[in-house]
């Protein structure tokens, strides 16, 4: 009996193995999606007294962003000297808090605001923004990173986003308004 019961088991395993269905229909490519990222240039901000901050325009993307995409965005501080006479643009993560030395206690805050249409940049204060030095809100440029979300679950620092894109900061598209 135990080899009868062997034997059915051995051939229902070789006949279901070996049974074939038609092909389903062909996929699209695979392959890995990179993030994508561009820099604006903003000029000068417009102040919200009622909420003591400055709001830049709005800025639309070059490229189609997903809700599910993860928004990244990097101030520029300048640049570093990393040797041999080369140097390296500094890029700050927002929001990035800038405190005065004076004794004050004054703070203020670079920040920004993102749908999947466009993205705006603030600067939000503990005193009245009105007063900030113009170097503070007057040509900054802001590296804007978008992510798809299965990639931003690593947290990329701009140097990883590049690196994944296979490019440069010379390649980076520059909106201007």
Not at 149 to 159: C, D, I, L, Q, Y
Request: proline share 5%.
């Amino acid at each position: 009996m135990k080899n009868i019961l062997l034997f059915l088991a051995l051939a229902s395993t070789v006949i279901f193995t070996s049974c074939e269905g038609d092909p389903g229909p062909p996929g699209q490519d695979g392959g890995l999606v990179y993030a994508q990222v561009f820099e604006v240039n903003v000029n000068s901000y417009q102040y919200d007294a009622a909420n003591n901050t400055l709001f830049s325009s709005f800025y639309g993307y070059p490229f189609t962003v997903y809700e599910s995409d993860v928004v990244l965005a990097y101030r520029y501080e300048g640049q570093d000297d990393i040797g041999n006479g080369e140097t390296a643009d500094i890029w700050t993560q927002l929001p990035q808090n800038i405190f005065y030395n004076d004794g004050t206690g004054d703070f203020f805050q670079y920040n920004f605001n993102n749908t999947f249409v466009d993205v705006q940049f603030t600067i939000e204060g503990n005193f009245d923004l009105t007063n900030i030095d113009p170097i503070h809100d007057t040509n900054q440029i802001f590296r804007i990173a978008v992510v798809p979300a299965e990639f931003a679950k690593t947290n990329p620092s701009m140097e990883d986003v590049l690196e994944v894109m296979r490019t440069n900061d010379n390649l980076i598209e520059k909106i201007e308004k």
